[in-house]
């Protein structure tokens, strides 16, 4: 079982708590957004990007590197919404490689009505600390855009989705999902917001396979152009893969906690 020392990301086995504190920070969103006032937003740009990246190095009696960055691009073509996303960290104790993670996506939405949409996605995320060499998934679903005020959006959304899964240990698993999300934007101000997402995705093969992904940001703003952004990422897998060795299974929660400085155009 692998141990980490950053100070930056911490890896721990209690993903019942954390699925608790997601699904109440999630019921916290809903009656807080349901009594949100207010015209609908404005129509937004075109084209939107975010960039950010975090650095932490220790050095003396601890050797510590870890790195992080995340890149987000969406552009709006009439009633079409096409999002990019790119995201890794990349970690060293002592000298020795200790965190390895990759994950890239694509993604269409079309506008059916105001606020309504179906979508079409692809990911791809490897982490082989976590046992996963490379995973792969195309889904589709609808959107409801519950709330989507100046200050507060808030969508759900529920879909289906086949899996490719290629394990450092053990035979591949391939299956088929279903996909049921939401997630929560507060503006504070133009430049300030917090976010709140979830991802449930069990296995229609396997009920006790299933995974829980949830994101919480907070951005303040430093310029016109830039911030900093505060991120807590949890990732838990109720049936992870073998370890390197093949004698046990992983720790089902990871958990990733950065700050660093975010670019926005």
Excluded: C
């Excluded at 179906?118 to 995973?135: E, H, P, Q, S, V």
């Amino acid at each position: 079982m692998r141990q980490t020392h950053s100070h930056w990301i911490s890896l721990r086995n209690d993903g019942f708590i954390s699925l608790r504190a997601a699904l109440t920070a999630a019921l916290l969103a809903v009656s807080l957004v349901a009594s949100a006032q207010g015209q609908d937003a404005k129509k937004p740009p075109r084209t939107e990007f975010s960039g950010d990246a975090s650095l932490v190095a220790v050095s003396g009696n601890t050797s510590v590197t870890t790195f992080a960055i995340n890149e987000k691009l969406i552009r709006r073509l009439d009633r079409w919404e096409f999002k990019q996303d790119i995201g890794g960290v990349y970690g060293k104790t002592g000298g020795v490689e200790s965190s390895n993670l990759l994950r890239a996506g694509e993604r269409a939405d079309y506008a059916v009505a105001d606020h309504f949409a179906i979508y079409a996605l692809t990911t791809y995320d490897r982490n082989r600390f976590a046992g996963i060499k490379a995973r792969y998934a195309e889904g589709a679903g609808v959107l409801a855009k519950v709330v989507a005020t100046e200050k507060d959006q808030f969508n759900v959304e529920g879909g289906y989705q086949l899996t490719q899964q290629q394990n450092l240990i053990g035979p591949d698993h391939n299956f088929s999902a279903l996909r049921a999300a939401s997630d929560w934007k507060h503006n504070f101000s133009k430049a300030t917001y917090f976010f709140q997402g979830i991802e449930y995705i069990p296995d229609l093969e396997d009920s006790q396979d299933y995974r829980i992904n949830t994101e919480t940001d907070l951005v303040a703003p430093l310029s016109a152009h830039m911030g900093m952004k505060v991120s807590y990422v949890v990732r838990f897998a109720n049936e992870p893969p073998l370890n390197a060795a093949g004698t046990a299974l992983l720790r089902k929660t990871d958990r990733i906690l950065s700050a660093g400085i975010q670019m926005t155009y």
